[in-house]
Nanobody, 115 residues
């Protein structure tokens, strides 16, 4: 099992930054990939970014150049640095990992960007 806890969400003005954290516990050694997703009200959940086991990163076009993934292996934590936030970035953000052949989700953290 892998447990995930997101944090760092909040209310921010457009143009501002936020840094989300995804802290993993349990069988963290088995984690292959880490993804961030988001879900805005009345919209489907959409993929935001991926950190692969080898350290490669990928981003959705909507956030490319504004969001940056990083990790602290000593803390089993992945960070999503979000800069130049826009009102359309408002959503609940979730991290998801692939481990032990299964997908594990966190509970989500709310990000609200005011215009």
């Amino acid at each position: 099992q892998v447990q995930l806890v997101e944090s760092g969400g909040g209310l921010v003005q457009a143009g501002g930054p936020l840094r989300l954290s995804c802290a993993a516990s349990g069988n963290t050694f088995s984690i292959n990939t880490i993804d961030w997703y988001r879900q805005a009200p009345e919209k489907q959940r959409e993929w935001v970014a991926r950190l692969s086991d080898g350290g490669n990163t990928r981003y959705a076009d909507s956030v490319k150049g504004r969001f940056t993934l990083s990790r602290d292996n000593s803390e089993n934590t992945v960070y999503l640095q979000m800069d130049s936030l826009k009102p359309e970035d408002t959503a609940v953000y979730y991290c998801r990992v692939l481990a032990l052949g299964r997908l594990f989700w966190g509970q989500g953290t709310q990000v609200t960007v005011s215009s």
